[in-house]
């Protein structure tokens, strides 16, 4: 198949598991008293998002039981022992923390802009913004414990969304941290990657195959897909945080170089003797123009750091595919394969 | 037995029971890498807390299944179906939501000062501290995953943590939108005080028999004891915020009244005709004197509005003891009976 075909096919199951994910989470999480707290909880899951992870957890499933891609209903997914399973709303689970951390992190790292609207706390406010986050995590974890699971696999799924959340957390201390520090080592920033952003991604994977009941060297299997493949997205990400437009990207591009947020860019940057701190003179996203990154995006790639990235990101998805080598051959197992390959060629 | 010598049994109770909570917080919650992060968890902890919830927690598992006060090890209880539970973990969870709460309250409210000492966003930053409640909040759920209990009794307990931190956080949205209205009805903020503190009480009380195996009518009657007794807690918490002397409370007295918190007090003197916006000129507590809250807490007097909330808090301390009759009798049930009346006569 070529790649121009598979990309075509990820696509496709993207976008039709994101049509069932979207009816899912206005049926797990309709708008109720007190109003503007809910409205609040749905402002961001409503403003976009392609539900990637809920996309791996409906995949992964599949993939688990051998079942072809969209060949059982979500809702009630046969379990390898035979009972039925609400993996949908395990995939909202995931994707109501996501959102949950965006609403928070926003906050945090004062991002006034997300996904092209204005984040919860300016549309809304801090305490709105703060309490939103807070309400989507307890849902979340109420998601969790309504699966119609086995109750000891069920609490696995609980124990693993509990203990990504913390180190979810953890990633975002040392994001936070680094902002203050000049010498952050590459494995640093690449093990603070893992926390932030990989681990939802491991979680997202393994979950279902917790909850379906598989053997604990497929759900190890899964978790490893997930992390190596949302190392190489959150790197991707940082690639495109320079390089895409920012009416496509939904904010100011170059924003994460403006605000001194080291990337693993930066960072080989730094390696090759560029001063990086002097490379956009700006203080805020607001203040910047497009030339000035031009520029500074220019002198990124002549010394390869773009390229380094780029590649950075390949190699780990390579590594997550191979994770996928023990699980059975199926239509949907290929789809986690070319999911991964998706997360690095992606646009915005 | 004379009403002081059942407090000085109840204080007792708090304070052997308080040593082996902090014990537990120690090992529970290790002081890791970041640093930074888990010191700002710990902070507001060490900072103090009767452990009045964990207390509720230890007594009603020990009602539950008739064991005599410190009668059996909390971290191995015996359940009724004769496994071994970690009821102390499980406790430590309350606590740790609570904290949490505190946490992001605290920002919220921009309250400052919380038992004696600056609050976390003060003493850390803002970041930190909403990442600290974050964290805790994942962490309790981390907790009561792991209390040993039969599977679906651990499940139904970690839904019923779950749902109690949504009703938390709907309480404080009421209680944050109470502040922009000036027309609220006495049930409205009954309501609120349920949802923003007595379920966690319910909570607190109820785990222990869902851990342990009780039927569910034992666990809705300690439930119960919880909402009613957390009721009249939160009403007395009003009561002392004006009439316990600033250096005991740990922060300004009368500061709910100077910041505008609608409470039963306040509502209770709208009604007797009282402009209670005009009480206090001050618009910050860190502005008000001593003597302008004294005249207003005689105006209060004047009307029986003090009077009122402490009728009401009274009342429900009787009908939260009267749900504990369908227990065994035993020391443990008694201590709770004590607790609940403790609730409403204690100073701070």
Redesign the interface.
């Known amino acids: 198949m070529t790649s121009e075909t598979k990309e075509a096919r990820v696509l496709e199951a993207i976008r039709e598991r994101r049509e069932l994910v979207n009816a899912a989470i206005d049926e797990e999480l309709p708008v109720q ?2 109003e ?2 809910y409205e609040a909880t749905r402002y961001i899951l409503e403003a976009g998002g392609k539900r990637l992870r809920p996309t791996v957890t409906t995949l992964a499933a599949e993939a688990v039981t051998g079942t072809e891609p969209m060949g059982a209903d979500f809702r009630a997914f046969p379990s390898l022992d035979g009972d039925e399973v609400d993996v949908m709303r395990a995939a909202v689970a995931i994707e109501v923390i996501q959102s949950f951390t965006l609403i ?1 992190d926003d ?2 790292d004062e991002d006034d802009l997300r996904r092209g609207v204005p984040a919860v706390h300016e549309a809304y406010d ?3 913004a ?2 939103a ?3 989507l ?3 979340a ?2 998601f969790m ?2 699966t119609g699971a ?3 696999h ?2 696995e799924a ?2 693993m ?3 990504t ?2 180190e979810i ?2 990633g ?3 994001d ?2 680094f902002e203050s520090r000049d010498d952050i080592l590459p494995e640093e920033y690449l093990e603070m990657v893992e926390l932030k952003t990989a681990v939802l991604y491991g979680a997202s994977a393994a979950t279902p195959a917790l909850l379906l009941g598989a053997d604990e060297a497929v759900v190890d299997a899964l978790y490893q897909y997930g992390i190596d493949s949302g190392r190489a997205f959150q790197i991707q990400d940082d690639v495109l945080d320079l390089t895409v437009p920012s009416e496509e990207l939904g904010k100011q591009r170059g924003s994460d170089l403006v605000e001194g947020k080291e990337t693993l860019i930066t960072l080989h940057a730094r390696q090759q003797g560029v001063d990086v701190d002097d490379l956009v003179d700006a203080d805020t996203p607001a203040e910047v123009t497009e030339a000035a990154i031009d520029d500074a995006v220019a002198a990124l790639e002549e010394v390869g750091s773009i390229e380094y990235a780029r590649d950075t990101a390949a190699d780990l998805t390579e590594r997550s595919k191979e994770h996928l080598e023990l699980l059975p051959e199926s239509g949907s197992r290929s789809l986690l394969e070319d999911l991964a390959d998706y997360l690095i060629v992606r646009g915005y």
């Open positions: 008293e007190p503007r707290l928070h906050i945090m801090v305490s709105t703060i309490l986050g807070d309400t995590y307890s849902k974890f109420e414990t309504e086995d109750p000891q069920g609490l609980m124990r969304l509990a203990s959340c913390t957390c953890e975002q201390a040392l936070v941290a």
